[in-house]
């Protein structure tokens, strides 16, 4: 059984679209969090939420809009995707979100802008 | 603010060779600190991680003491494998109102070769 699956796994899409990235944990985990790789392999966190409540929230464009749904889901829509925007994003989940809990990761959404 | 910063990478060593790969902090208060691997193609995972001043955390052969007279965790295993291959980030955890957020350092790629 998949711990934390991400849905797609490649996003291939040109500047100004608007795409989805889907998140799902089935750890019971009441945490779950948005991360951004960039191609030098640096990872930002940029959102976190706790049971369905947003706790973090970075500097981030508003063009980016996390959405849970229920604790156990939360997704990701990008509107107007800009060339920067290519990264693989990564969503997270942990047991709680006020101490040293180990995040499960999920495989990543490689998306490409052209 | 908080930070991590690790040794330049890449690292390529041939199989059986001792590894050691630097991390240093810069934080407020008491952080936890932690070592995820992530191999090609992949999440990422946890591989070790302390909570407390002079804390070692092990796994896999691997391990990490938690100095806090020198605001270090680095990562040393005695004889590592091919298999071991992949990117190794530290992060720490600040705890307070951190809400889970980790802060991750730039990554360190590891090599092995036969």
């Known amino acids: 059984d998949t711990a934390v699956s991400q849905t797609p796994k490649y996003l291939v899409t040109q500047m100004g679209n608007d795409k989805s990235i889907k998140c799902e944990q089935n750890?019971?985990?009441?945490?779950m969090y948005w991360y951004k790789q960039d191609s030098k392999k640096f990872l930002k966190i940029m959102f976190s939420?706790?049971?369905?409540?947003?706790?973090i929230n970075e500097t981030v464009p508003n063009r980016f809009s996390p959405k849970s749904p229920d604790k156990a889901h939360l997704n990701l829509h990008i509107n107007s995707l800009e060339l920067g925007d290519s990264a693989v994003y990564f969503c997270?989940?942990?047991?709680?979100?006020?101490?040293?809990?180990?995040?499960?990761f999920g495989p990543g959404t490689r998306l490409t802008v052209t | 603010g908080n930070s991590v910063t690790q040794m330049e990478g890449p690292v390529t060593l041939s199989e059986e060779a001792f590894l050691t790969i630097n991390c240093t902090y810069t934080?407020?208060?008491?952080?936890?600190l932690f070592w995820y691997v992530q191999y090609p193609g992949e999440g990422l995972q946890l591989l070790l991680k302390?909570?407390?001043?002079?804390d070692k955390g092990s796994n896999k052969g691997f391990e990490a003491t938690y100095r806090k007279e020198t605001t270090s965790f680095h990562l040393e295993k005695g004889s590592v494998q091919v298999s071991d291959s992949a990117v190794y980030f530290c992060?720490?955890?600040?705890?307070?109102?951190?809400?889970?957020?980790?802060?991750f350092g730039q990554g360190t790629i590891l090599t092995v070769h036969p």
């Open positions: 302390a909570t407390k001043a002079d």
């Open positions: 939420y706790n049971n369905k409540e947003l706790i």
């Open positions: 934080a407020t208060g008491y952080p936890s």
């Open positions: 992060a720490l955890y600040a705890g307070g109102t951190s809400y889970g957020k980790l802060t």
């Open positions: 997270a989940s942990s047991q709680q979100a006020g101490g040293p809990y180990e995040q499960y």
């Open positions: 750890l019971g985990h009441d945490t």
